[in-house]
């Protein structure tokens, strides 16, 4: 015969608790939506208009130091060029602290990553980005003898790069290292 608590929330839902006293009173409770936000958009090849096949979107706060982003997270992936998310209206505007803007980064293999910084607002967010081709490095891998080494792994670190093995020893690396586009 003790009061007992019981708690309320979920994606879409404010969390709240409450205490109900075992009386058999009738309790109402009354939960608030979660504002959401859509973010949605899409990426493309700015040379050929192409849709980017393979993305990553993530967003964050304005850099300090040599970061690209402040408290980086992940939205999710793009496919064929488009991208839709729906995040915490909260959560996502955490990350704008004082200068009220939102970095939201793509970053797809064989592109330079880009960077558009999003204004504070209250509506749904339309980004549609370009990604600029990246260079190509071509190369092998032989051992002291001269040969090529078969099974070797080639990684290279950093957003918006690729790896492919064409023959064994020999590797194609896409992409643009160094560079990341901020619009």
């Known amino acids: 015969d003790r009061p007992v608590k019981l708690s309320f929330g979920g994606w879409n839902w404010?969390?709240?608790?409450?205490?109900?006293?075992?009386?058999?009173t009738e309790h109402?409770?009354?939960?608030?939506?979660?504002?959401?936000?859509?973010?949605?958009?899409?990426?493309?090849d700015e040379r050929s208009g192409r849709p980017v096949?393979?993305?990553?979107?993530?967003?964050g706060?304005?850099?300090?130091g040599s970061e690209l982003l402040n408290s980086p997270k992940m939205l999710g992936e793009g496919h064929d060029g488009k991208f839709a998310f729906r995040v915490r209206?909260?959560?996502?505007?955490?990350?704008?602290?004082?200068?009220?803007?939102?970095?939201?980064?793509?970053?797809?293999?064989?592109?330079?990553?880009?960077?558009?910084?999003?204004?504070?607002?209250?509506?749904?967010?339309v980004i549609d980005a370009g990604l600029?081709?990246?260079?190509?490095?071509?190369?092998?891998?032989?051992?002291r003898n001269g040969h090529l080494i078969a099974g070797a792994e080639?990684?290279?670190?950093?957003?918006?790069?690729?790896?492919?093995?064409?023959?064994?020893?020999?590797?194609?690396t896409y992409g643009q290292p160094s560079q990341t586009k901020t619009q």
Do not use: C
């Open 61 to 64: 706060g304005e850099p300090w």
């Open 89 to 125: 209206t909260r959560e996502f505007w955490e990350k704008a602290r004082e200068k009220g803007n939102v970095r939201v980064m793509f970053d797809a293999d064989g592109y330079a990553s880009r960077i558009i910084s999003v204004q504070r607002q209250t509506n749904d967010i």
């Open 53 to 59: 096949p393979r993305f990553k979107v993530i967003y």
């Open 14 to 24: 404010e969390s709240h608790q409450v205490e109900l006293a075992p009386d058999g």
């Open 154 to 172: 080639i990684s290279f670190r950093g957003p918006g790069l690729g790896t492919s093995m064409s023959k064994p020893g020999e590797f194609t």
């Open 132 to 143: 600029e081709p990246g260079g190509e490095v071509r190369g092998e891998v032989r051992g």
């Open 28 to 44: 109402v409770v009354t939960v608030k939506p979660q504002l959401a936000l859509q973010i949605s958009g899409t990426v493309t």
